[in-house]
């Protein structure tokens, strides 16, 4: 009898988005916040890394926006873990919306495999992705590895989960010769 783990931990996963209509900026239209649309894919490789592609529309014009992974450890960017922050607006996970409120495309090469979770510094653990959430910054700053202050000056705009979870993702098989 052979016992051998079957690693399922790859593959994409298409983003779902739903709009959070009462969590806006009391200076944006309500009509108009809920105009927002996206579309996206997470994926995860065999060779321990992964991406994240995104494209929006009905966004504010040349806002300021951010991605970010929704995990069990709270909001993580979803960028490079090794990527520098400087929180001048300028971050990795900044989105960049054009005049008529469209992200033509957003795509980030991971150095994690994010099926398997984003590793924490300094331990063995790792945040489980749950979702994916496109951040507004009324302030213009993107505030660097945190998303800023909730309903002050970040508002989360659009939401989807992850159609998959790590622990889900690996199997153990038993097979015999």
């Not at 321990?48 to 009905?58: D, F, P, Q, R, W």
């Not at 300021?64 to 520098?84: E, I, M, N, Q, S």
């Not at 495309?105 to 984003?118: K, S, T, V």
């Not at 507004?136 to 159609?163: K, M």
Request: hydrophobic fraction near 35%; charged fraction near 15%.
């Amino acid at each position: 009898m052979n016992d051998r783990k079957i690693d399922n931990c790859q593959g994409c996963c298409q983003l779902e988005f739903n709009i959070l209509p009462t969590n806006r900026p009391p200076v944006i239209d309500a009509g108009f916040w809920v105009q927002a649309t996206a579309s996206g894919e997470v994926c995860g490789y065999d060779n321990g890394t992964g991406s994240i592609s995104l494209s929006a529309e009905g966004l504010i014009p040349q806002g300021v926006y951010t991605a970010w992974f929704l995990t069990d450890r709270g909001l993580k960017p979803a960028a490079p873990t090794d990527a520098v922050y400087t929180s001048d607006g300028l971050d990795p996970n900044r989105l960049v919306v054009n005049s008529d409120g469209v992200l033509n495309y957003y795509i980030a090469p991971l150095d994690f495999n994010p099926i398997r979770g984003i590793p924490l510094p300094g331990s063995k653990v790792k945040a489980v992705i749950q979702g994916v959430v496109i951040g507004y910054h009324s302030n213009r700053i993107t505030n660097g590895i945190i998303p800023g202050e909730f309903n002050i000056n970040f508002f989360e705009q659009l939401t989807a989960e992850i159609c998959f979870s790590r622990t889900a993702a690996v199997v153990t098989a038993t097979t015999e010769d």
